[in-house]
């Protein structure tokens, strides 16, 4: 890497750190004037859009079954807490223990595939996990298990009010985000997008790339079970919604639209997506329809999505176009 790519990386990274303070920063002021649980459900999906982003935008694996850990984390969260009377931490982190292991095991099987043959392996093994959730007696059937005790944390902190949950879902968010960051801006992360851009050279250059590519599945998959493990506390409830293959082309869409490969392209993709499906809730199915308006639009005429258009706008006004041609240095 030349001291010219360096320092623009280095830059972007600079940018990135103080959109996500800013970001932050709105968001503890939010829910003085926004539905807190609002906007909870949308720190939730955005946290799953990432994670689902991190395997489709930077190793270019196409899972259409993430809905499985997402959901699945949600039973075993929701059922450890009601059932075995885990303190709320705990539940949170025995969901994404199972999604990570559930992750460990689909991924092991689906990697051995890529493209389409992938993408269908993730999906029949999420239809696996779904009919799975439809029958198993833990999971209560097609009632879910509800009223999921909100107990205090760490045994101190009472989060049985929306807004001192919300603080709680916040910073698991942050978390969840500041990890996802650091892995693509680490020398993994460069390997992960050099199996994305030609794998047979990655191959070629020595590394294991299977390993590679578990590895960041098993990592999507646990950030997406910590994902529904928070969903199912904040809405006491754990259902066969948050697990059905819907809920996996539902993240594909806001990861589409906001961006995908983008870093902040998955949150504006599910903020954009959660709103809309509530503002237009009195509508029934139509929200479908809508849906499916937003996809079309996105294709035709934001087709790097809509954080992916800015970022590309601002990247030529920073390029000088003076009609000369430049080679590149070698290197």
């Known amino acids: 890497m030349t001291s010219t790519s360096r320092r623009a990386a280095t830059g972007a990274r600079n940018?990135?750190?103080?959109?996500?303070?800013?970001?932050?920063?709105?968001?503890?002021?939010?829910?003085?004037a926004i539905y807190p649980v609002l906007l909870m459900k949308v720190l939730c999906f955005a946290l799953f859009a990432c994670a689902f982003n991190l395997l489709i935008g930077y190793v270019g694996l196409l899972s259409f079954g993430h809905a499985m850990f997402f959901g699945f984390a949600a039973y075993v969260s929701g059922y450890t807490v009601k059932s075995?009377?885990?303190?709320?931490?705990?539940?949170?982190?025995?969901?994404t223990a199972v999604a990570a292991a559930?992750?460990?095991?689909?991924?092991?099987?689906?990697?051995?595939?890529?493209g389409i043959y992938f993408a269908m392996v993730t999906l029949a093994l999420?239809?696996?996990?779904?009919?799975?959730?439809?029958?198993a007696p833990f999971t209560g059937g097609e009632d879910g298990i509800q009223a999921i005790p909100r107990r205090p944390l760490f045994g101190l902190i009472d989060i049985s009010s929306d807004l001192s949950l919300y603080y709680v879902v916040l910073a698991i968010f942050a978390a969840g985000f500041l990890i996802i960051w650091r892995t693509i801006h680490s020398p993994f992360g460069q390997v992960l997008k050099a199996i994305r851009e030609n794998e047979p050279r990655a191959v070629s250059l020595?590394?294991?790339?299977?390993?590679?590519?578990?590895?960041?599945?098993?990592?999507?998959?646990?950030?997406?079970?910590?994902?529904?493990?928070?969903?199912?506390?904040?809405?006491?409830?754990a259902s066969l919604t948050d697990v059905t293959w819907q809920m996996s082309g539902e993240v594909v869409l806001m990861t589409l639209v906001g961006g995908m490969g983008t870093v902040f392209g998955p949150i504006v993709g599910a903020a954009v997506i959660v709103i809309m499906q509530n503002t237009f809730t009195g509508f029934g199915e139509w929200v479908l329809v809508a849906q499916g308006c937003i996809f079309v639009l996105t294709v035709l005429l934001f087709r790097r999505g809509i954080v992916g258009e800015i970022v590309a706008f601002a990247r030529r006004r920073a390029t000088p176009d003076d009609g000369v041609t430049r080679t590149a240095p070698a290197e």
């Open 102 to 114: 559930l992750g460990l095991v689909a991924g092991f099987i689906a990697i051995r595939r890529q």
């Open 126 to 135: 999420a239809q696996m996990v779904f009919f799975f959730c439809l029958q």
């Open 84 to 95: 075995w009377g885990l303190s709320t931490e705990l539940g949170i982190l025995a969901g």
């Open 15 to 32: 940018v990135d750190m103080i959109v996500f303070a800013v970001l932050i920063a709105a968001l503890v002021a939010a829910p003085f």
């Open 206 to 237: 020595g590394y294991a790339v299977d390993r590679f590519k578990l590895i960041a599945f098993v990592l999507s998959a646990t950030l997406a079970g910590l994902a529904g493990a928070t969903k199912a506390l904040v809405f006491q409830l």
